[in-house]
């Protein structure tokens, strides 16, 4: 605890949140409406009294400040903001309430429920009469955290778009269970940092983890009343703070350094760090929810209030609230909340949660909304890498497609096509066209690239790939939901029995569809996305909403089965191929026509009888079987040195017919070949002969195979 009496100085308005300069510390906390702002500080007991209050005397610029001389780093601190409270008029200021620092970069113990945390009387049906209790015991304390840290020269990786492969993880779901990583490190930072995970991640060839969200966040009351937890963690209180339940170290500060720790190791082996961030609402939900941050320092500045009733916010969301990002102090607060993240904890880019939530100025999705604009314009935030979850819960929120140069999206029409082909739906070929050389439909008209897609079959949400095989009606009843929560409508198959079963038909065909998802994925352009656990068939056991299950089911399945590490080795192959032959990474569209240097197109849509597809078999409802030759010595782009770029010619067949298909090889010059170098349908590739142009090759189903175009006078020898 600082000295006593507690000498203050005026301090200053900038920055906000706590500052330690090792000298004392600086508080800033912006309220617009408030009429006064008390600072409480606590002792290191958790959840310990209030041992001091101090009333902030100066305000700049609608910011409250003070400096404490003497003030270390580890205090614990909190504010009571004092102001009308007046929920018809959009005002929710209760001094009872202690409140979160929204710039704390660290805090220190849990939320408990209890109806202290509420601002209103219980028995108000309205909401309108203030509540007296003190809730200071139930919430959680800021962290004054000192922000030294030894990098070793740490800087971001800047992976080129074109080359990543994006792997999607729960930082607690992937080490819970690893067998190799000590019990106290498992399920935290430290663990995902430790060399049995790292080396895993590396041996699997990705080159970037998105981290499903770190911020601190709160359980919802539902969810803790029914024995849950919310395990992925989008209910976020605290932009700034690492969540000190994913920390190996501690709340009292240590999970930052831990955190940065991570990222460090995570950068020396070549792997980037993406934070999937959820600033389109906050833990606070309805405005019959608690008071915990920012509904009692500014409720008119940080929430998006109905006009015709500002004692109700607007919900773009579905989770009861949306940040007001027509205010200038809430647009600062996520565009601090990002720099910080960049500068002082090194991550790589973000993945933002419900995207469209955030370009909303006044209803309508705007690509010119003052969130993209600043964004641009961040000489830091622009230089990274941003992708949108191109979508929220509002009228007109389907926003595939539609966000600006400089952004990647989440590409649902991508999953949706890939799942509808593979489960044998007709009238898939033309859109199945588009989805796997990059959706130029959706992106080249504005200037974008084909990595402006993230393609994925799968991700948190949802089905497992393992499920998506397996099940065709989620199993949600562990939720304590009546199995009302999560999509009914997944585009998924069971391969004729629904759930487990011991048939051993059924259990193969099961694993030739996960390969051919997983093929697929990795050899369309743009940037694939593998969910944690797919790799190697990892099953949630039909719950295709595992939001509240930290447990079995969602953690990732260590130790690894005989046949999970045969799966494993597969796609291992797949990403090989990928990062090695260019062109499956492209950096621009096809262009389907003769390039400057060679004698056949970039790209050729191949019908089963060796010839370029005709408009009548695009729209033949019921052709599933295509093929794509994709030519190494057409691609009309420069390396880093300014030589062209050239790699080998692929030749890409998909059957998604039940039975086999013969798909005769295209003509090529000469005595070329075509060598067998990927088969989901069983044949191992270096056991297959090389096959002469004009040839038969006989394509399992359903089944994805490789071909590699070898020239007359090479030995032909296979890459695995």
Same mark, same amino acid.
């Given at each position: 605890?600082?000295?006593?009496?507690?000498?203050?100085?005026?301090?200053?308005?900038?920055?906000?949140?706590?500052?330690?300069?090792?000298?004392?510390?600086?508080?800033?906390?912006?309220?617009?409406?408030?009429?006064?702002?008390?600072?409480?500080?606590?002792?290191?007991?958790?959840?310990?009294?209030?041992?001091?209050?101090?009333?902030?005397?100066?305000?700049?610029?609608?910011?409250?400040?003070?400096?404490?001389?003497?003030?270390?780093?580890?205090?614990?601190?909190?504010?009571?903001?004092?102001?009308?409270?007046?929920?018809?008029?959009?005002?929710?200021?209760?001094?009872?309430?202690?409140?979160?620092?929204?710039?704390?970069?660290?805090?220190?113990?849990?939320?408990?429920?209890?109806?202290?945390?509420?601002?209103?009387?219980?028995?108000?049906?309205?909401?309108?009469?203030?509540?007296?209790?003190?809730?200071?015991?139930?919430?959680?304390?800021?962290?004054?955290?000192?922000?030294?840290?030894?990098?070793?020269?740490?800087?971001?990786?800047?992976?080129?778009?074109?080359?990543?492969?994006?792997?999607?993880?729960?930082?607690?779901?992937?080490?819970?269970?690893?067998?190799?990583?000590?019990?106290?490190?498992?399920?935290?930072?430290?663990?995902?940092?430790?060399?049995?995970?790292?080396?895993?991640? /590396?041996?699997?060839?990705?080159?970037? %983890?998105?981290?499903?969200?770190?911020?601190?966040?709160?359980?919802?009351?539902?969810?803790?009343?029914?024995?849950?937890?919310?395990?992925?963690?989008?209910?976020?209180?605290?932009?700034?703070?690492?969540?000190? /339940?994913?920390?190996?170290?501690?709340?009292?500060?240590?999970? %930052?350094?831990?955190?940065?720790?991570?990222?460090?190791?995570?950068?020396?082996?070549?792997?980037?760090?993406?934070?999937?961030?959820?600033?389109?609402?906050?833990?606070?939900?309805?405005?019959?929810?608690?008071?915990?941050?920012?509904?009692?320092?500014?409720?008119?500045?940080?929430?998006?209030?109905?006009?015709?009733?500002?004692?109700?916010?607007?919900?773009?969301?579905?989770?009861?609230?949306?940040?007001?990002?027509?205010?200038?102090? $809430?647009?600062?607060?996520?565009?601090?909340?990002?720099?910080?993240?960049?500068?002082?904890?090194?991550?790589?880019?973000?993945?933002?949660?419900?995207?469209?939530?955030?370009?909303?100025?006044?209803?309508?999705?705007?690509?010119?909304? $003052?969130?993209?604009?600043?964004?641009?314009?961040?000489?830091?935030?622009?230089?990274?890498?941003?992708?949108?979850?191109?979508?929220?819960?509002?009228?007109?929120?389907?926003? %595939?497609?539609?966000?600006?140069?400089?952004? $990647?999206?989440?590409?649902?029409?991508?999953?949706?096509?890939?799942?509808?082909?593979?489960?044998?739906?007709?009238?898939?070929?033309?859109?199945?066209?588009?989805?796997?050389?990059?959706?130029?439909?959706?992106?080249?008209?504005?200037?974008?690239?084909?990595?402006?897609?993230?393609?994925?079959?799968?991700?948190?949400?949802?089905?497992?790939?393992?499920?998506?095989?397996?099940?065709?009606?989620?199993?949600?009843?562990?939720?304590?939901?009546?199995?009302?929560?999560?999509?009914?409508?997944?585009?998924?198959?069971?391969?004729?029995?629904?759930?487990?079963?011991?048939?051993?038909?059924?259990?193969?065909?099961?694993?030739?569809?996960?390969?051919?998802?997983?093929?697929?994925?990795?050899?369309?352009?743009?940037?694939?996305?593998?969910?944690?656990?797919?790799?190697?068939?990892?099953?949630?056991?039909?719950?295709?909403?595992?939001?509240?299950?930290?447990?079995?089911?969602?953690?990732?399945?260590?130790?690894?089965?005989?046949?999970?590490?045969?799966?494993?080795?597969?796609?291992?192959?797949?990403?090989?191929?990928?990062?090695?032959?260019?062109?499956?990474?492209?950096?621009?569209?096809?262009?389907?026509?003769?390039?400057?240097?060679?004698?056949?197109?970039?790209?050729?849509?191949?019908?089963?009888?060796?010839?370029?597809?005709?408009?009548?078999?695009?729209?033949?409802?019921?052709?599933?079987?295509?093929?794509?030759?994709?030519?190494?010595?057409?691609?009309?782009?420069?390396?880093?040195?300014?030589?062209?770029?050239?790699?080998?010619?692929?030749?890409?067949?998909?059957?998604?017919?039940?039975?086999?298909?013969?798909?005769?090889?295209?003509?090529?010059?000469?005595? $070329?070949?075509?060598?067998?170098?990927?088969?989901?349908?069983?044949?191992?590739?270096?056991?297959?002969?090389?096959?002469?142009?004009?040839?038969?090759?006989?394509?399992?189903?359903?089944?994805?195979?490789?071909?590699?175009?070898?020239?007359?006078?090479?030995?032909?020898?296979?890459?695995?």
């Amino acid at each position: 605890m600082i000295r006593s009496p507690i000498r203050t100085r005026p301090g200053a308005p900038y920055p906000l949140g706590a500052t330690w300069d090792g000298a004392g510390v600086n508080f800033a906390l912006f309220s617009e409406h408030a009429t006064a702002v008390d600072l409480c500080l606590f002792d290191a007991s958790e959840p310990g009294p209030e041992r001091a209050r101090i009333r902030l005397r100066e305000r700049t610029d609608q910011v409250w400040h003070v400096y404490l001389p003497g003030a270390p780093a580890g205090l614990l601190y909190g504010y009571r903001v004092h102001g009308p409270y007046a929920p018809a008029d959009g005002h929710r200021f209760n001094p009872a309430k202690l409140l979160v620092d929204p710039y704390a970069r660290a805090l220190a113990g849990e939320l408990s429920w209890h109806e202290s945390l509420y601002g209103y009387r219980p028995d108000d049906p309205h909401g309108d009469v203030p509540d007296a209790r003190d809730s200071a015991g139930h919430v959680p304390r800021s962290v004054v955290v000192d922000p030294a840290f030894d990098w070793q020269g740490d800087r971001l990786l800047r992976t080129p778009w074109h080359r990543t492969v994006i792997y999607e993880l729960h930082v607690k779901g992937f080490t819970a269970r690893h067998p190799e990583i000590a019990p106290e490190r498992r399920g935290t930072f430290a663990g995902l940092a430790a060399p049995p995970a790292v080396d895993y991640l /590396r041996a699997l060839g990705v080159t970037a %983890v998105e981290l499903l969200p770190v911020h601190h966040r709160v359980s919802e009351r539902a969810v803790v009343e029914r024995g849950l937890t919310n395990y992925w963690g989008y209910n976020s209180i605290g932009y700034f703070a690492p969540d000190a /339940r994913l920390s190996s170290a501690g709340g009292r500060g240590a999970q %930052v350094a831990e955190f940065k720790a991570m990222v460090r190791d995570l950068h020396r082996a070549g792997i980037e760090v993406i934070l999937d961030v959820v600033y389109n609402h906050t833990a606070e939900g309805t405005h019959r929810g608690p008071t915990l941050c920012f509904r009692g320092i500014d409720n008119r500045a940080y929430y998006r209030l109905r006009p015709e009733e500002r004692r109700e916010y607007v919900d773009y969301t579905g989770c009861g609230n949306t940040l007001n990002m027509r205010h200038p102090r $809430a647009l600062q607060l996520i565009m601090d909340s990002l720099r910080f993240w960049v500068l002082e904890m090194h991550v790589d880019g973000f993945r933002f949660d419900l995207a469209a939530a955030l370009a909303r100025e006044l209803h309508d999705v705007d690509r010119l909304s $003052a969130f993209f604009d600043v964004i641009h314009q961040d000489p830091v935030i622009s230089q990274v890498k941003l992708i949108a979850e191109p979508w929220d819960l509002g009228e007109g929120g389907y926003q %595939v497609g539609n966000f600006p140069p400089g952004w $990647a999206e989440w590409n649902g029409r991508y999953r949706d096509t890939i799942r509808r082909y593979w489960r044998g739906d007709h009238g898939q070929t033309a859109e199945l066209g588009y989805r796997l050389t990059g959706s130029s439909d959706l992106y080249e008209a504005s200037g974008r690239r084909p990595y402006a897609s993230v393609n994925f079959v799968t991700a948190h949400d949802g089905f497992s790939l393992a499920d998506l095989v397996s099940y065709e009606a989620k199993r949600n009843d562990d939720n304590g939901e009546d199995n009302l929560d999560g999509a009914d409508e997944n585009l998924s198959w069971n391969c004729g029995v629904e759930g487990p079963t011991d048939d051993p038909a059924v259990l193969a065909l099961r694993e030739r569809q996960m390969a051919n998802f997983l093929a697929t994925l990795l050899l369309s352009q743009g940037i694939p996305m593998l969910s944690a656990g797919d790799e190697v068939g990892r099953t949630q056991r039909g719950n295709n909403n595992a939001y509240c299950q930290d447990n079995a089911v969602s953690w990732f399945p260590w130790p690894l089965s005989p046949a999970a590490l045969r799966r494993l080795d597969g796609v291992r192959r797949m990403i090989r191929l990928r990062l090695t032959e260019p062109v499956l990474h492209r950096r621009t569209f096809f262009q389907g026509r003769h390039i400057h240097g060679s004698d056949v197109k970039d790209l050729t849509w191949l019908a089963p009888g060796g010839k370029e597809m005709t408009a009548e078999e695009w729209h033949d409802g019921g052709g599933r079987c295509v093929g794509l030759r994709l030519a190494g010595d057409a691609i009309e782009e420069m390396d880093d040195r300014g030589e062209r770029i050239a790699g080998d010619t692929l030749l890409v067949l998909l059957n998604a017919h039940p039975y086999p298909a013969p798909f005769v090889l295209p003509a090529e010059r000469g005595e $070329a070949r075509w060598r067998l170098v990927l088969d989901t349908g069983g044949r191992e590739p270096a056991m297959v002969p090389a096959l002469p142009a004009g040839d038969t090759f006989l394509l399992e189903g359903p089944s994805v195979a490789v071909l590699r175009l070898v020239p007359a006078t090479s030995g032909g020898d296979a890459v695995s």
